[in-house]
């Protein structure tokens, strides 16, 4: 029923997903694996940054090059909701935690149909070179969309990685991550390293919504499939972990390819949900918890 | 006492109404903001009661929905079994949902909701007995002699389940049960060293409220006369039946019946003078000002201005 062949396309299609995935998931990994905060709507503010991308690229900028640009702005953005939400919700402690909760889903639901209301809901791509083609390797073809996608995670994942391991600020955002009242104690201020932290988050999923958009059409209630796509990889990379955001990514990518090729697109949204609750059941901690 | 006087006076003010001659459209949208208080209603006995955030209120109300379809094809069930059923289906489904609570909780468990809505509604979808991803056209059955019209009928049906929602609310938040919960959501830990039976607590909680919102699932097909996966197992519902109790106060069982005649009657206004898409957008924008400037939500801005 399934030759080998096939089963080695869908493995290598799944990696090239699989890495995208950790891409579109990095930015989750940082504000609420590292952060903990119930950040309901990064595949929103993604989905948002996509459309961002698709107006910078109109005036005929490289949709790459238009993530990037867009990162600043986002990173703006992402100071600007983080504040909000300390202000509001976290400095009061946990009685207040079911309501940060329900803001971030309300905040998810505003941008999504504020999305709606100004682009309608047919969906958008991109204009670039390397969308379409595809690279012939032998008998199988790879499409550049995907290796672009796959170049961007790996470096992407490779930049946080160094950037939270060798910098001062870096090593400071997984010392907060660890223990906030002890940095209080060395006397830090974790509230500016969070807020740093979610910025970096927030700006980095300008640059994976650019990537969203390349990959394939785009539309604005895209960012609910993706709830379970990026908590699946943070969750099953064990929360904040680097590294295992890749590897998540992969499993999840591979998973989806296979589903994908042996069952049908019909069945494929369920694999990501699924795996994200056989997780949550058997080990919240995930595969490289801290 | 007063409150069954009331429930009683109450229902039979519904069953006048659709016994009268009002205008059809009036059942037509009270009929949904009845299910937003059911829903509403639902959703707080165990988000505001213990504090458990359900984003995935379609999954028990859409579940509903095609029990009742189900057997409504295989059968010819009448609505009254429909109802049950569901009510059981989701039931067990809540319970299911309980045991999670085991290990999960806060975002944990709130996003393991939404990942039983998106599996659901991927197993109907994949389900041809139940028209698959198209969704399946229904013949309502003869209207029940007196009501003029099948919509009317429905919209008694939601009522009776709207007063057995909230009697169940009421009854939950003032017996010894709403004490346990109220401590579980305060601290859990807490809780189970006094000797509160926490699982025992959440389990019941879950279980009650996915039947709840499993019931009010089941007369959905009929009041369409069609079902489809997309719009059934939608997150919309999740939105609607979280911030309904949010902006109505979740201490009170009043609360989500505030909120969602409120909200509900918004929402079926927006939707008819202006579009489907800003009826959402209300939703989320009110839910945001609600939690961000008025936490206790309308009742507690009630309270706040007559203790003055």
């Avoid at chain 1, 079911?98 to 958008?124: M, N, P, T, Y």
């Avoid at chain 2, 359900?54 to 009254?80: C, D, R």
């Avoid at chain 2, 944990?108 to 389900?127: G, K, R, Y």
């Amino acid at each position: 029923m399934i030759s080998g062949e096939l089963l080695f396309e869908a493995v290598l299609f799944g990696v090239l997903l699989g890495c995208f995935y950790a891409a579109v998931s990095i930015g989750l990994s940082v504000s609420f694996g590292l952060l903990d905060v119930p950040h309901v709507a990064h595949p929103a503010l993604m989905v948002f940054g996509s459309y961002c991308t698709y107006i910078v690229a109109s005036y005929g900028i490289d949709p790459i090059v238009a993530g990037v640009l867009l990162m600043p702005v986002f990173f703006l953005l992402g100071i600007v909701v983080y504040r909000f939400y300390y202000e509001t919700f976290e400095k009061r402690g946990t009685e207040a935690a079911v309501r940060g909760l329900a803001f971030f889903f309300g905040l998810a639901f505003i941008i999504e149909v504020g999305l709606i209301l100004v682009f309608g809901v047919d969906q958008r791509t991109v204009e670039a070179a390397y969308i379409g083609a595809s690279l012939e390797l032998g008998e199988y073809r790879l499409p550049y969309r995907m290796l672009v996608a796959f170049g961007v995670a790996l470096v992407l994942t490779a930049t946080l990685t160094l950037y939270l391991s060798k910098t001062f600020t870096g090593r400071a955002i997984k010392a907060v991550a660890q223990d906030e009242p002890a940095l209080r104690l060395m006397g830090a201020n974790p509230v500016r390293i969070k807020q740093w932290a979610f910025g970096i988050a927030t700006g980095v999923s300008a640059l994976a919504g650019a990537m969203l958009i390349i990959v394939g059409p785009v539309e604005p209630a895209m960012d609910r499939l993706y709830i379970g796509r990026t908590f699946c990889v943070v969750v099953l990379a064990g929360l904040g972990s680097m590294t295992g955001t890749l590897a998540a990514g992969l499993i999840l990518g591979i998973a989806e390819s296979i589903v994908l090729m042996m069952f049908g697109a019909s069945w494929a949204p369920a694999v990501a949900f699924g795996l994200l609750l056989i997780v949550l059941g058997i080990r919240p901690q995930g595969l490289f918890g801290r | 006492m007063k409150y069954w006087i009331g429930a009683v006076v109450l229902f039979l003010v519904a069953l006048g109404l659709a016994l009268s001659g009002v205008n059809e459209y009036f059942f037509y949208a009270a009929y949904i903001v009845l299910t937003f208080v059911v829903l509403a209603t639902a959703w707080n006995i165990l988000g505001g009661y213990a504090g458990y955030v359900n984003f995935g209120t379609g999954a028990f109300f859409g579940l509903g929905s095609y029990s009742a379809v189900v057997l409504f094809k295989a059968l010819e069930a009448p609505l009254a079994v429909q109802i049950v059923a569901a009510a059981l289906v989701g039931g067990a489904l809540g319970f299911g949902v309980g045991m999670l609570t085991l290990r999960l909780r806060g975002i944990f468990f709130a996003i393991a909701t939404v990942a039983i809505l998106f599996i659901c509604e991927t197993l109907m979808v994949n389900w041809r007995y139940v028209g698959g991803a198209t969704g399946l056209q229904l013949l309502r059955p003869e209207v029940i002699q007196p009501f003029a019209s099948y919509t009317r009928m429905l919209f008694v049906v939601m009522a009776l389940l709207a007063i057995i929602a909230v009697s169940v609310a009421r009854y939950v938040q003032i017996s010894w049960i709403g004490r346990g919960l109220r401590a579980i959501r305060d601290s859990e830990e807490a809780a189970e060293c006094s000797g509160v039976p926490t699982l025992r607590l959440k389990l019941f909680a879950c279980t009650v409220s996915g039947a709840l919102m499993g019931a009010a699932g089941a007369p959905m097909p009929m009041y369409l006369s069609f079902i489809e996966p997309a719009s059934s197992f939608s997150l919309n519902w999740g939105v609607s039946a979280l911030a309904m109790p949010m902006i109505g106060g979740t201490a009170h069982w009043f609360g989500p019946v505030v909120g969602a005649l409120l909200l509900g009657s918004i929402q079926q206004i927006v939707t008819v003078t202006i579009s489907n898409e800003i009826n959402v957008l209300v939703v989320g924008v009110l839910l945001v000002l609600f939690v961000v400037l008025a936490p206790d939500g309308v009742l507690g801005l009630f309270r706040k201005f007559f203790r003055k």
